[in-house]
């Protein structure tokens, strides 16, 4: 989730605004390079995230959250869950093979 938020165009556009507007709020001493200063830091956070996963899934339950959320589907939004997932497999599986 991180690593999506952080790279996808969409997302980390607006993290960066959201994070620039943590930023002037809380550091007003930064003015103006609050942009420059979150763009930097949302970057530098690329590098951080895998070694808070543990953590934020540790502290937030997200296992337990999402296990007792499968637990609950019928098979059919199960599926529903795991299409995607088998279709983005087979189309990298087909993009390796064309190569």
């Given at each position: ?7 996808n165009p969409t997302t980390r556009t607006r993290f960066e605004r959201l ?81």
């Amino acid at each position: 989730m991180f690593d999506s938020i952080l790279t996808n165009p969409t997302t980390r556009t607006r993290f960066e605004r959201l994070f620039h507007g943590h930023l002037t709020r809380y550091l007003p001493f930064l003015g103006g390079g609050g942009g420059a200063i979150a763009s930097e830091a949302v970057s530098g956070l690329s590098g951080c995230v895998s070694s808070i996963h543990g953590y934020v899934d540790n502290t937030l339950g997200l296992e337990n959250t999402l296990r007792l959320s499968m637990l609950k589907m019928t098979s059919k939004q199960f599926e529903r869950v795991l299409h995607p997932i088998f279709e983005e497999g087979e189309e990298a599986s087909q993009r390796a093979s064309d190569q």
